[in-house]
């Protein structure tokens, strides 16, 4: 559907469906997202990925803005933060304890997103906890810079949708999601299948020196988000392709701009309309993380951790699609197995339907 849909995309709006609303969406998430990364790049914050990323995920996930959402998503950064010190600070000396205690917010995190309505506040915590984890082990970063970097992130990405939702409202008004209906069973098989997925991840980002590896962390984490096999084959699928298209966008405005690369007001046009594009793929597939919502983000993280005079983007073009493919190989398998053994019991057994 995902790939239909992208094929879909350079058709004339009325063979698509691509409502007001969609269009609205897409506004908002082109202007946040332009505008996160002109802040971050214009004050060169440490880790403007954070700034970059965190309001393309809230707008692109979440459609509309109450206070429920904000609660959700800056609360999730607060509790991060502390648990992150905790874990860190006091656990490191204990690898073993430190890998269990990991592993219990994992599963906590996805448990909250399996059962739906803290779905928000269980998603941002599986991303904050794992980059926050890959940051913080290397002994070169700043703990109180990341920290409060993370926070100032969400909450500025709380601020940039109020304001986008304000500035730019929806023609009509939008359901509520379909609720899915899920058993015991197949709670606890999402929840303990991808936090121990999420825990190996985490195990072998601190085993191996993989401080330029975000994107293939993040790619491996977010793949985890439908938590199931299946869904996760998809997401992959999805992924693989997001990546691709938007790291071929980036090589081609780095080779268009070449030396003038470090000047925002060349940049950010050229920014946004990659943004737009992805975004209204994002916005016409309807699947949550699909191509469009990979490509964004892989936009966001590109931009936002190595918008450098100094860094070489198409050297990172390259390493981020040989690096994403390879972590996406190796979490499917992990995957694939761990589903395998969660099946063996009737209390963790998740049937996939036809």
Same mark, same amino acid.
């Given at each position: 559907?995902?790939?239909?849909?992208?094929?879909?995309? $350079?058709? +004339?709006?009325?063979?698509?469906? *691509?409502?007001?609303?969609?269009?609205?969406?897409?506004?908002?998430?082109?202007?946040?997202?332009?505008?996160?990364?002109?802040?971050?790049?214009?004050?060169? &914050?440490?880790?403007? =990925?954070?700034? =970059? &990323?965190?309001?393309?995920?809230?707008? !692109?996930?979440?459609?509309?803005?109450?206070?429920? @959402?904000?609660?959700?998503?800056? $609360?999730?950064?607060?509790?991060?933060?502390?648990?992150?010190?905790?874990?860190?600070?006091?656990?490191?000396?204990?690898? @073993?304890?430190?890998?269990? =205690?990991?592993?219990?917010?994992?599963?906590?995190?996805?448990? $909250?997103?399996?059962?739906?309505?803290?779905?928000?506040?269980?998603?941002?915590?599986?991303?904050?906890?794992? @980059?926050?984890?890959? *940051?913080?082990?290397?002994?070169?970063?700043?703990?109180?810079?990341?920290?409060?970097?993370?926070?100032?992130?969400?909450?500025?990405?709380?601020?940039?949708?109020?304001?986008?939702?304000?500035?730019?409202?929806? @023609?009509?008004?939008?359901?509520?999601?379909?609720?899915?209906?899920?058993?015991?069973?197949? =709670?606890?098989?999402? !929840?303990?299948?991808?936090?121990?997925?999420?825990?190996?991840?985490?195990?072998?980002?601190?085993?191996?020196?993989? %401080?330029? !590896?975000?994107?293939?962390?993040?790619?491996?984490?977010?793949?985890?988000? +439908?938590?199931?096999?299946?869904?996760?084959?998809?997401?992959?699928?999805?992924?693989?392709?997001?990546?691709?298209?938007?790291?071929?966008?980036?090589?081609?405005?780095?080779?268009?701009?070449?030396?003038?690369? %470090?000047?925002?007001?060349?940049?950010?046009?050229?920014?946004?309309?990659?943004?737009?594009? %992805?975004?209204?793929?994002?916005?016409?597939?309807?699947?949550?993380?699909? &191509?469009?919502?990979?490509?964004?983000?892989?936009?966001?993280?590109?931009?936002?951790?190595?918008?450098?005079?100094?860094?070489?983007?198409? *050297?990172?073009?390259?390493?981020?699609?040989? !690096?994403?493919?390879?972590?996406?190989?190796?979490?499917?398998?992990?995957? $694939?197995? &761990?589903?395998?053994?969660?099946?063996?019991?009737?209390?963790?057994?998740?049937?996939?339907?036809?």
């Amino acid at each position: 559907m995902s790939i239909n849909t992208l094929a879909r995309v $350079f058709t +004339p709006h009325d063979n698509i469906t *691509f409502t007001a609303n969609d269009f609205r969406q897409t506004l908002r998430i082109v202007v946040a997202g332009t505008l996160a990364l002109s802040v971050s790049t214009f004050y060169n &914050v440490q880790y403007g =990925v954070f700034f =970059v &990323v965190y309001p393309i995920m809230l707008l !692109s996930l979440v459609p509309v803005f109450n206070r429920h @959402v904000a609660k959700q998503f800056i $609360f999730s950064a607060v509790l991060n933060g502390i648990e992150m010190v905790l874990i860190i600070g006091f656990l490191s000396r204990w690898p @073993v304890i430190m890998t269990l =205690v990991v592993f219990a917010l994992y599963v906590m995190r996805f448990r $909250f997103m399996s059962q739906g309505p803290l779905f928000l506040f269980g998603s941002m915590g599986v991303v904050c906890q794992s @980059v926050m984890l890959n *940051f913080m082990s290397y002994p070169t970063n700043d703990w109180h810079t990341l920290m409060f970097s993370n926070v100032e992130a969400s909450i500025m990405a709380v601020c940039l949708s109020a304001l986008m939702n304000y500035l730019i409202p929806d @023609v009509e008004p939008r359901g509520r999601p379909p609720l899915i209906e899920k058993d015991a069973a197949r =709670v606890r098989h999402e !929840s303990l299948l991808s936090g121990t997925v999420a825990t190996i991840i985490f195990v072998i980002f601190q085993i191996s020196d993989l %401080s330029d !590896s975000l994107s293939a962390l993040m790619a491996g984490i977010l793949i985890l988000f +439908p938590m199931n096999y299946r869904g996760a084959v998809m997401s992959s699928l999805w992924r693989v392709v997001g990546v691709v298209l938007a790291c071929l966008y980036i090589l081609a405005v780095q080779l268009l701009l070449y030396d003038h690369s %470090s000047h925002m007001l060349l940049m950010m046009p050229l920014i946004g309309l990659g943004l737009a594009f %992805s975004a209204r793929l994002h916005v016409m597939e309807k699947v949550g993380a699909g &191509v469009g919502f990979s490509s964004i983000t892989t936009i966001g993280i590109m931009f936002g951790q190595n918008l450098h005079p100094e860094q070489d983007l198409v *050297f990172s073009d390259l390493y981020r699609v040989t !690096s994403v493919t390879v972590a996406l190989v190796a979490t499917l398998t992990m995957v $694939f197995l &761990v589903h395998l053994i969660l099946n063996r019991f009737a209390a963790t057994r998740y049937i996939i339907a036809d």
